[in-house]
């Protein structure tokens, strides 16, 4: 897959936050990153790279079994 069609855009970002039911700081704390990245990635200042976007939709498809351990 190519880089586009591997990342993000801001709009699905928040809907996938939404979808997994976590907060920013949750989520942050699953993908490795800070809470400031999050909220870049979110208002479209910064780019979701396509390993983090990857990481949200296999979440998403697993239900989320992860966050659970």
């Known amino acids: 897959m190519s880089a586009v069609a591997d990342s993000m855009d801001p709009g699905e970002f928040r809907a996938r936050r939404a ?5 920013v700081r949750e989520l942050a704390r699953v993908l490795g990153v800070t809470p400031r990245t999050i909220y870049r990635w979110q208002s479209g200042k910064q780019r979701v790279p396509g390993p983090a976007a990857a990481a949200i939709r296999s979440l ?3 239900g989320g079994d992860i966050l659970s351990g």
């Open 19 to 23: 979808e997994l039911r976590l907060s």
């Open 60 to 62: 998403i498809a697993s």
